[in-house]
């Protein structure tokens, strides 16, 4: 196991920013967690779980916490398509790894950032798929009661980047140690999201055409957090229902909207760039100029609560303008 002391949100964040850490520990198996937990209850100290640090805005102060990091990274694929992957391998090796042996499922998932073990709790999703649809279960320590556990789909209560994992009384109550997928031989559907189709050439692209028109879209329209500090997507799509379709399209000509089951989801990106924030400046933060989704620590040293600043001016101008309220996907650590 690796233990650091005083170390800081900073460098272990794709945001690259947030303040000091009392206590920090990498996790590299079952005996390890176990060890974690109960040191940790010994010595009165709360648990927060940290996966790769790409969906976070940690605030400046200090944290007095103990950070706990599951780094098992191994991943064993079974003959009929089931995939076991340790939560801490990072999730584009598992999808790599998954085209690279003809199985589909997770190919339009290419290039997310963050672990395995994030990808259940956030239910990621991309170009009109998301985890939930290959998702067998998951293993992980219950922290309360000392134990392993396994949730299957139903038990993860999955919705629109959401799980029960980011409810108040799950939240931050359980350290995945593992993710079961299942995979498929066969092609599953097709690829018919708007935003990909210029990137692919063919009628029936083969899974590596797929996997790096995935990628392409995403160099091309996502800032890339090893250059530029981000957390990916900061806002949620808006869920609205159809009165509100209706209310929105009559006073904006080209809102992207689509159908989302019996509702409608409204482009967050739209919204905000309508808003005339994409590529704005704020302090040291700022509005990706690629993408108006993404907050970014422009100037790299940025404070945290300059970025979250930045997130209340956008929602607040966002919903006098189209009175629609956006909601951060990004969790907030120590506000």
């Known amino acids: 196991m690796k233990k650091i002391r005083a170390n800081n949100f900073r460098d272990i964040t794709t945001f690259h920013v947030g303040g000091e850490i009392s206590s920090y520990a990498e996790l590299l198996d079952k005996d390890e967690i176990e060890w974690a937990v109960s040191s940790a209850k010994k010595n009165k100290l709360k648990i927060f779980i940290l996966g790769d640090g790409s969906d976070v805005l940690a605030s400046d102060t200090h944290f007095d916490d103990f950070v706990l990091r599951y780094i098992g990274k191994s991943i064993l694929f079974k003959d009929d398509g089931t995939v076991v992957a340790e939560a801490g391998a990072k999730w584009d090796r598992l999808v790599e790894e998954s085209v690279a042996r003809g199985l589909w499922g997770i190919e339009c998932l290419s290039g997310i950032p963050g672990t395995v073990g994030a990808a259940p709790i956030q239910n990621i999703g991309a170009y009109g798929h998301e985890l939930e649809e290959v998702f067998v279960s998951l293993e992980a320590y219950d922290i ?9 789909k139903k038990d993860c209560g999955f919705g629109y980047r959401e799980s029960i994992f980011k409810r108040k009384d799950h939240w931050q109550k359980n350290i995945v140690c593992s993710v079961t ?11 018919d999201y708007e935003s990909l189709k210029k990137y692919i050439s063919t009628q029936n692209p083969t899974l590596s055409e797929i996997r790096n028109a995935v990628l392409a879209a995403r160099k091309e329209r996502l800032e890339n957090p090893k250059e ?28 992207k909207i689509y159908a989302f089951g019996d509702k409608f989801k409204i482009s967050a990106g739209w919204l905000i760039e309508k808003a005339g924030w994409k590529g704005k400046t704020y302090e040291g933060a700022g509005v990706s100029p690629k993408h108006a989704l993404i907050l970014i620590n422009k100037s790299g040293k940025a404070t945290a609560r300059e970025i979250y600043d930045l ?7 966002v919903y006098k303008k189209f009175g629609v309220k956006l909601e951060r996907e990004v969790q907030l650590i120590n506000f």
Not at 144 to 152: G, H, R
């Open 228 to 255: 530029v500090g981000n957390a990916g997507s900061f806002f949620m799509n808006p869920i609205i229902d159809l009165s509100e379709k209706i209310k929105l399209e009559s006073k904006f000509s080209g809102a």
């Open 144 to 152: 309360e009661n000392e134990k392993f556990v396994s949730f299957d």
């Open 181 to 191: 997928l299942k995979l498929s031989k066969k092609k599953l559907g097709k690829v």
């Open 311 to 317: 997130s209340e001016k956008i929602i607040a101008d």
